[in-house]
């Protein structure tokens, strides 16, 4: 168990609709990352959030957005939802304070669009 | 930003062999490197890490990694395959100092003959 929890497991939503992904970090730390897996995509990074800013951004689409709360925990809001969409979503955490920080992953959130 | 090419979609090798995935990436300077691994269904678990000094690191399940400076590689090696490893291997690179932006390669899916 890395920590980091993600919720909901599963969900299932048919094309146009909105939903929102959760993710709270590990005890204490202050980045969190957010990943597409898809099959034919790969592993993508979409966004990073470092104690409530943005830190980085990858290739987010502009129907998607996060943002991170005072309390750390992050969400991840997708809408206009698409065939195309469906895949896997990971977060992660890091503490990144200092150096030598790396990250660690929920279960994912698996979405599916119908 | 930062990319990782992991060229090897698929290797196969026989239970007891030696393994290496390889593993190039792009960035400016020294980055930060890692090897996550993700079994089906499951989230990513590190594997080991690389963010300065010695230039080969080990990491859990027998698994080690050597950084090349001069080849821009970090590629992960075991001398004895187990058939447990099978699973999807993933190397990613961030930025120093706080790991920002970290990014994935494609992945290698290693599948363990008996």
């Known amino acids: 168990d890395s920590g980091v929890t993600q919720t909901p497991k599963h969900l299932i939503t048919a094309t146009g609709q909105r939903v929102t992904l959760r993710c709270s970090p590990r005890s204490g730390d202050l980045s969190v990352y957010w990943y597409q897996q898809s099959l034919d995509q790969g592993l993508q990074f979409l966004i990073q959030y470092y104690n409530g800013e943005e830190r980085a951004k990858g290739n987010i689409l502009e129907r998607f957005s996060a943002q991170q709360f005072p309390d750390l925990h992050s969400e991840l809001n997708l809408s206009s939802l698409e065939l195309g969409d469906s895949a896997l979503y990971f977060c992660a955490s890091s503490p990144m304070t200092g150096h030598y920080t790396e990250a660690f992953f929920g279960q994912g959130t698996r979405l599916t669009v119908v | 930003a930062q990319s990782v090419t992991q060229p090897d979609i698929h290797i196969t090798v026989s239970e007891g062999a030696s393994l290496e995935l390889r593993c190039n990436y792009s960035?400016?300077?020294?980055?930060?490197l890692f090897w996550y691994v993700q079994s089906p269904g499951q989230g990513l678990q590190l594997l080991l890490k690389y963010f300065s000094g010695d230039t080969l690191v080990q990491g859990i399940k027998g698994f080690e990694a050597e950084f090349k400076r001069s080849q821009s590689s970090f590629n992960l090696r075991k001398p004895s395959v187990h058939w447990s490893d099978a699973a999807e291997y993933f190397c990613?690179?961030?930025?120093?100092?706080?790991?920002?932006?970290?990014?994935f390669g494609a992945g290698t899916r290693l599948t363990v003959k008996p």
């Open positions: 960035y400016g300077a020294t980055p930060y």
């Open positions: 990613a690179v961030g930025a120093p100092p706080n790991n920002n932006d970290m990014r």
